[in-house]
């Protein structure tokens, strides 16, 4: 790396760029470093303190608000830091660097037969990013958090040691999780599932109702290996919550073709016809309202009537990583971008909870263009977003007109979550004030100010969402 | 219009700079204010105390530019746009050659410009997104026989203005030049000059032109003028008496 010497003590200006969060509604200009050696990390940690900047630790950007950009900070961007340091395709066992994605494992796994336990609906997430937020994935009532399902790693805190850690260490479960605000996950050690097939067997259901929604859910949660399910967020009245279930089960059958990455790959026409590289232009001109709208009921009507009730197969990687389907399907949300607001309440709630945010977004005429379910199970990381219930994942369009009466609508909702026992992904958050984090985190925020009184005390990690929930303030 | 949320104003203490870091602060915009005056500065901050970021600094000391830049960027919590405003005009009476005096002019309005835009230039380049705003000076288009170095000064900042506007266009840069006529400030205090502008409606123009990549002339009149006086052949305009 191309470090400045001691002497001139501004940072090289070639090093500034303006990075995003995904939606690219939250934007600041860095001083990007790649490290590529854990002495590189060092050395980042020593230059920020001579010129006295802060660090944003950054993955694959693919935290949808503002965890992993900070204005005018250093951001330690670990994407170049990205090798194996052991696989074993007998044991499905990987030892990686932070930088390492989710692609690059399942391409790793499968063809022996592995597939990562957990995946986020995008195979890009870096594993440091991805463990600094804990993903989940559609099988999180079974399968838990991506932290759930690591052997080991490595915490390099910013005096430059390096910890491991282990799930029968307390540190463990809050390294994991805390948004990379404690330190930096250099070394990553995971299991990965054994599959028999490239392909999965998934049950497609049109639903009509919040009720119907929540029952296809429980029904199937005994023995779904997956379940996701679309909500129409422009369905009002009797149709308030109609969408389109699915439910997925692992192949038990030998097919080892269907492990083989040219079966995996998504197509690069969508219809045989047209371009996927240009599809968001496509959508550009649809993404409004009125647009949206028609396109929710269309996708409702075709649930309805092709393939309803009936089961088919499809390959782990179309099933799994639907938000890859259309490369920078984001670029319709420009210029201003987007937010996904995603909250998880309690099952008992849940429907009384997510019934209600749409009719405030309608009310508003502010409805998300997507709105994603989930079920979920609890675990035990210090800043967990997860619940034993359901989360509701919502796309809105920002723009900077719109801005300031999408956040008071958004926060009058972080309220009824609050209310119900409800939490928060940090991943997606850029809504939330202090008081609601306070609120939500409790006493696990407390423990987050100790340790990081104990780790980071001159407080050199931080992200712009660290500041704007004021996580340290009262530290 | 675009709204600015960080930017910095070298030449803020007196004239036209002063007004554009008032008016930017009163809409929010926290500013980097950049002058040699620490007391004019103060007066600045106390006015808005959470958007002024005050920078004690000669635009003359080129070296220290880079660090101070960067400083100030950090304080200020980002930039969206940049003003460079310091210049000076001493008065040059129509037989004097002072080196002195037209070096001080060259230092000022020259060679402090290009360092400091240079480093705004070199940043937006790299993030891809700024305004780059230059005041330049009607009397930059024309070598006239009252003010040589003055001229001089002004028609170099603007063909630099113009070469940066040619490299940066494509990265999604605005560059903008600022061509006022005279306006009551210190640096034309005692000059009897006709249709003298307020320093307030200077910077509420440039305010309003620098997300619009260009050169613009403060007055529609100048535009007018100018455009004649640009096109009248050298051997009538030496013997005019402008």
Redesign the interface.
Known sequence: MDLPTPQH???P??????ITGFGMSFR??SYVFQPTTLDEVREVFALARQV??NIVLRGAGRSYGDAAID??SIALDFTQMKRFLSWDPETGIAECEPGVTIEDLWRTGLPHGWWPKVVSGTMFPTLGGALAMNIHGKNNFRMGTLGDNVLEIDLMTVDGKVRTLTPDQELFYAAISSAGLLGVITRVKLGMKKVHSGDLKVYAESLPNWDAQIEAFEKRAENADYMVSWVDCFGSGAGAGRGLFHAAWHLPDEDSESLLPFHQDLPEKIAKVVPKSQVWRILKPLNNRFGMKWLNAAKHLSGKFVGNRKMHTQSLVAFSFLLDYVPNWRNAYLPDGFIQYQTFVPKEAAKRVFAKQIEMTQEAKMEPFLGVLKKHKPDRFLLSHSLDGYSFALDFKVS?ETWPRLQRLCQRMNEMVIESGGRFYLAKDGTLTPEHAQAYLGENLTTLQLLKKELDPEGLLTSGQARRLKLFESA | MAKFKHAIVVGASSGIGREIARQLAASGCRVGAVARRGERLAELEKEFPQLIVPCVHDATDYDSVPKVFQDLTGQVGGLDLIVYASGVMPIVEVDEYSFEKDKAMIDTNVLGAIAWLNQAAERFSHTGHGSLVGIGSVAGDRGRMKQPVYNASKAALHTYLEALRNRLDRKGVKVVTIKPGPVKTEMTAGLDMPGMMEPEQVAAFVIKKASKTGEHYVSPKHAVIFAIIRNIPSWIFRRLNI
């Not at chain 1, 200006?13 to 303006?18: F, L, N, S, T, V």
Request: overall charge negative.
């Open positions: 003590l501004a940072l200006g070639d090093k500034i760029r303006e600041a200009d006295g900047r204005a005018e900077e």
